[in-house]
């Protein structure tokens, strides 16, 4: 059995890996990328975001994130579409404009239309929206929360569901995988959306976690409960455990035991479609970039050789 295999068959959900456009020149990278035993479903990393795709207002550039759509396309992946919405990696035009709630919803509108457009039957979701919220499950004082108000975030599901009536449609974020203000703020945004007669059909649990501080699985099933109650299916999209270097066995075993916990967690929940590692070897990690000292968070090591927590997550979805 592969990962992805084994998730279809226990479940009929998916197990799938992001990636990214650099990675693809590395040929052995890519011969495992394409091996639809283990991923069934790819997510681009970077380059459907915003500073991608309309770098300058009104002119997009679809050139890279078309590269991983076709690659799904050919392979038989399903394609997550990553993201519409969202604080970073938004081009100066936007960060730097002088907006008013007008104009800049129009900009809003604007973009998701197009870029929706562009990318319709391809995606098997969209973030719609990604990381509103404050952990402490207020909203963030991004520019789309100080110009616009809350009502961005039903604006942006609605425009989505205009431009593809077909394409699953995600709030997406972090921390939001355990009980608490935030995972409570996430079911007030669904609560939200659907206060305004607009659609959301998912909720998105990124999953960055440490090594031996993840939530228990009874704790991520029953928050994954929380958010099915709610009428949205759910899925873990960008899963990685990272430790504190260096690795040692006993941080590699406690690893395969928390990768195995979360998988498990949406095996047990109905309403759990699918799960998504952010990137599958530690050589293309965005971890160690972003917490100095720590890393060794994906399943494969750097040498793209597989590590116990593969086996961790194999066994949680019933394959051998
Ligand atoms: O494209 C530029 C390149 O021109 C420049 O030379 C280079 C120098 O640093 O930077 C390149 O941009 C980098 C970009 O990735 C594309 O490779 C940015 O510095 C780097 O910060 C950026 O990191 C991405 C990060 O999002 C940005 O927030 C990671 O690759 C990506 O994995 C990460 O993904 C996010 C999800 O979208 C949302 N959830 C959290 C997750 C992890 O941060």
Same mark, same amino acid.
Request: charged share 15%.
């Given at each position: 059995?592969?990962?992805?295999?084994?998730?279809?068959?226990?479940?009929?959900?998916?197990?799938?890996t992001?990636?990214?456009?650099?990675?693809?020149?590395?040929?052995?990278? &890519?011969?495992?990328?394409?091996?639809?035993?283990?991923?069934? @479903?790819?997510?681009?990393?970077?380059?459907? =975001?915003?500073?991608?795709?309309?770098?300058?207002?009104?002119?997009?550039?679809?050139?890279?994130?078309?590269? $991983?759509?076709?690659?799904?396309?050919?392979?038989? @992946?399903?394609?997550?579409?990553?993201?519409? &919405?969202?604080?970073?990696?938004?081009?100066?035009?936007?960060?730097?404009?002088?907006?008013?709630?007008?104009?800049?919803?129009?900009? /809003?509108?604007?973009? !998701?239309?197009?870029?929706?457009?562009?990318? =319709?039957?391809?995606?098997?979701?969209?973030?719609?929206?990604?990381?509103?919220?404050?952990?402490?499950?207020?909203?963030?004082?991004?520019?789309?929360?100080?110009?616009?108000?809350?009502?961005?975030?039903?604006?942006?599901?609605?425009?989505?569901?205009?431009?593809?009536?077909?394409?699953? /449609?995600?709030?997406?974020?972090?921390?939001?995988?355990?009980?608490?203000?935030?995972?409570?703020?996430?079911?007030? $945004?669904?609560?939200? &959306?659907?206060?305004?007669?607009?659609? !959301?059909?998912?909720?998105? /649990? @990124?999953?960055?976690?440490?090594?031996?501080?993840?939530? +228990?699985?009874?704790?991520?099933?029953?928050?994954?409960?929380?958010?099915?109650?709610?009428?949205?299916?759910?899925?873990?999209?960008?899963l990685d455990?990272?430790?504190?270097?260096?690795?040692?066995?006993?941080?590699?075993?406690?690893?395969?035991?928390?990768?195995?916990?979360?998988?498990?967690?949406?095996?047990?929940?109905?309403?759990?479609?699918?799960?998504t590692i952010w990137?599958w070897?530690?050589?293309?990690?965005?971890?160690? +970039?972003?917490?100095?000292? @720590?890393?060794?968070?994906?399943p494969?090591?750097?040498?793209?050789?597989?590590?116990?927590?593969?086996?961790? $997550?194999?066994?949680? /979805?019933?394959?051998?």
């Amino acid at each position: 059995d592969g990962l992805n295999t084994a998730a279809v068959a226990i479940r009929k959900t998916y197990f799938g890996t992001g990636t990214d456009n650099p990675e693809l020149t590395d040929t052995a990278y &890519v011969t495992q990328l394409n091996n639809t035993a283990d991923f069934g @479903q790819i997510t681009p990393g970077n380059s459907q =975001k915003w500073d991608a795709t309309e770098p300058t207002q009104n002119t997009f550039t679809f050139t890279n994130g078309d590269v $991983i759509a076709d690659l799904a396309e050919a392979n038989g @992946q399903k394609l997550r579409c990553h993201n519409l &919405v969202w604080h970073n990696q938004l081009p100066n035009w936007v960060t730097s404009g002088t907006w008013t709630n007008e104009t800049l919803v129009a900009a /809003l509108k604007n973009h !998701i239309t197009k870029v929706v457009t562009h990318y =319709k039957g391809q995606c098997y979701a969209w973030d719609v929206v990604n990381e509103a919220l404050n952990e402490d499950g207020t909203y963030r004082e991004s520019l789309w929360y100080t110009t616009i108000g809350e009502a961005y975030l039903p604006i942006a599901f609605a425009t989505a569901a205009a431009a593809d009536s077909d394409v699953k /449609l995600y709030y997406n974020d972090y921390n939001i995988e355990y009980s608490g203000a935030k995972a409570t703020g996430a079911q007030n $945004i669904v609560k939200l &959306v659907q206060s305004y007669g607009v659609k !959301i059909d998912g909720v998105g /649990l @990124q999953a960055h976690f440490i090594v031996g501080s993840t939530p +228990s699985k009874s704790s991520q099933a029953s928050t994954m409960a929380a958010y099915t109650a709610l009428g949205v299916e759910v899925a873990i999209t960008e899963l990685d455990i990272r430790m504190t270097l260096p690795s040692t066995q006993a941080l590699l075993s406690q690893q395969q035991t928390d990768y195995s916990n979360t998988v498990g967690a949406c095996v047990e929940t109905e309403g759990c479609v699918g799960i998504t590692i952010w990137d599958w070897t530690d050589k293309y990690s965005w971890v160690p +970039s972003t917490f100095s000292g @720590q890393g060794d968070a994906c399943p494969w090591d750097e040498n793209l050789v597989k590590k116990p927590a593969y086996t961790g $997550i194999l066994t949680a /979805l019933g394959g051998a």
